[in-house]
DNA sequence: ACGAACGGTAAGCTACGACTTACCGAGCAC
DNA sequence: GTGCTCGGTAAGTCGTAGCTTACCGTTCGT
């Protein structure tokens, strides 16, 4: 279970209006509409977008009546998070060995995959 | 100096090729050809991609003869990490009041909004 | 029961982004 | 110098993401 397509996640937060959704929620839960009312678009696009976030893992849906509250996903997030910490420290790692290297150096070498 | 629009950001990595690009410059710093190389598309559009990536601040460039490296720049995907960190800690932060109690302002009904 | 509120889905349009080929300038080797 | 490699840019095509309006089912209030 919640094995999120990380890839989705990232493809979610590419749209700015996806991404204020994901800022509202942060601040607290809210219905569809309270969601529409607070953004420039009608509230079939913003039903649109939540499904993206929910299939994306970053958000989760509750039924209340005849509301829908959505919620951040702490989980979702903190996975994308994970991801570029990965990014970041691997380039750190292997980095470092080549960061000295003043280089270019190109070395004339054929051979060189680096710098 | 870390200015990064880090909106940029979030557009520059909605593109799986960015981040296939991105995911390649975190092993080793690439030269534009050989990132086309391991990749399914044209050296140009790999051109474009680097030119995206490189307005977000998430990867530099260094000039070496004809050749052109590219490098991760760590700095700009911490900057992305960081507004996760914000979204994830804020979220957990509103969502432990709201979890104990129940009222909302905008809506007085006294029952389970949330979960 | 009826009607209103809430929200998900369908259909359609439009705009933008990702890719291509073609072209150009800049460095290095000879 | 000439020629070759590398890479950025221009121009153009095409697919798709995002938005709209219209419609429908569900749920609650009366």
Redesign the pocket.
């Known amino acids: 279970m919640a094995t999120y397509q990380s890839d989705d996640g990232w493809n979610a937060l ?2 700015p ?2 991404r204020a959704i994901v800022a509202c929620l942060a601040e607290r839960p809210r ?4 969601l ?1 009312d607070e953004l ?13 976030l929910k299939e994306a893992g970053l958000v989760t ?1 509750h ?8 919620r951040l996903n702490p989980a979702g997030v903190a996975a994308l998070r994970d991801q570029l910490d990965t990014f970041w420290s691997r380039a750190l790692d292997n980095y470092r060995d080549v960061a000295e290297q003043p280089a270019e150096s190109a070395n ?1 070498s054929p051979n060189e995959e680096f710098q």
């Open positions: 590419g749209d209006t996806r219905a569809v509409g309270e529409a420039p678009i009608s509230r079939p696009a913003v039903s649109q977008h939540l499904k993206v849906d039924a209340t009546g005849t509301r829908r509250v959505y004339e």
